[in-house]
T-cell receptor, first 115, second 115 residues
């Protein structure tokens, strides 16, 4: 079965430190890949996505992710964490063909940022 | 441009009742998807509608149904509610230009509590 694995349900970093959230997928065909963020009591906000083209994708709020087909990974990074980055982050894929906007989500990683 | 709106935001029902949730997509968006979010199962895809047709469906029992109207607004219905249906129900809309893979924009969700 196709799946998305996020390594680490909780990640804690210091303010100003590097943020690295890991995501691996299983699919015989490279899917479309997404990172979403969810703040408490809110819906999901798109951070960035990869469909085709350049494998290093830049998103909002200073986040970026790199698609590595050989490693089936799409890890999310940010050079310097800010307190406002504390939230839950979800990696998701749309499988091709026939995905029709069916997002398959990972279990999520809750990011804590401490002073 | 207004975002995705969902009504109601909060709902309390008792077992055995039925419930209807509503979603208004971003103006011009023709695809609407529904997701269920629970602490135990995470984010799970329910179904996706495009031009009033269900194109994709997740692994949920027949008690979960949906529809889309000609103005792209969508409703989902859950009949014979069970305690396990307590969840945050998220709606997402997207602008379909190709067959798939568009960015989905999420609403704030409807939090359903079944007693």
């Amino acid at each position: 079965a196709q799946s998305v694995t996020q390594l680490g349900s909780h990640v804690s970093v210091s303010e100003g430190a590097l943020v690295l959230l890991r995501c691996n997928y299983s699919s015989s065909v490279p899917p479309y890949l997404f990172w979403y963020v969810q703040y408490p009591n809110q819906g999901l906000q798109l951070l960035l996505k990869y469909t085709t083209g350049a494998t290093l994708v830049k998103g909002i709020n200073g986040f970026e992710a790199e698609f590595k087909k050989s490693e089936t990974s799409f890890h999310l990074t940010k050079p310097s964490a800010h307190m406002s980055d504390a939230a839950e982050y979800f990696c998701a894929v749309t499988l091709l063909p026939g995905g029709y906007n069916k997002l398959i989500f990972g279990a999520g990683t809750r990011l804590a940022v401490h002073p | 441009k207004a975002g995705v709106t969902q009504t109601p935001r909060y709902l309390i029902k008792t077992r055995g009742q039925q419930v209807t949730l509503s979603c208004s997509p971003i103006s011009g968006h023709r695809s609407v998807s529904w997701y269920q979010q629970t602490p135990g199962q995470g984010l799970q895809f329910l179904f996706e509608y495009f031009s009033e047709t269900q194109r994709n469906k997740g692994n949920f029992p027949g008690r979960f149904s949906g529809r889309q109207f000609s103005n792209s607004r969508s409703e989902m219905n859950v009949s014979t509610l069970e305690l396990g249906d307590s969840a945050l129900y998220l709606c997402a809309s997207s602008l379909i230009r190709g067959p798939e893979g568009e960015t989905q924009y999420f609403g704030p969700g409807t939090r359903l509590l079944v007693l």
